[in-house]
Nanobody
């Protein structure tokens, strides 16, 4: 089973950028669908972006045009580049993996995702 470890979280000013990385061990990233999810205090976990094992990429509407997900099959990582960050982007960000397709664009879809990292905090400051 894949083991996922996120890095790159922190505090960043409004409008700034941040790159998150997820190192995967125990499995090849090319064999899984991978994605980024987030959970703000008091809110349900929501999808941000995903890249399927066949390379198809999906973004939640809140991420379109600002975030970019990418996968490195050599380094065995999946990354999330975040630009033009807003206060509503403040959350714990989780890396996730699934043997099947991963669809981060509808409410509650996180419940079917089997593998998760421990999360990394992202805070947007004024």
């Amino acid at each position: 089973r894949p083991i996922l470890v996120e890095t790159g979280g922190g505090s960043v000013r409004l409008g700034g950028s941040l790159n998150l990385s997820c190192e995967v061990s125990g499995a090849a990233v090319s064999d899984y669908s991978l994605g980024w999810w987030r959970q703000a205090p008091g809110k349900e976990r929501e999808g941000v972006a995903s890249i399927d094992f066949d390379g198809q990429i999906r973004y939640h509407d809140s991420a379109k045009g600002r975030f970019t997900i990418s996968r490195d099959n050599i380094q065995n990582t999946v990354s999330l580049e975040m630009n033009n960050l807003k206060p509503e982007d403040t959350a714990i960000y989780y890396c996730a993996a699934d043997e099947g397709l991963m669809v981060p664009t509808y409410e509650g879809s996180w419940r079917s995702v089997p593998y998760w990292g421990q999360g990394t905090q992202v805070t947007i400051t004024p």
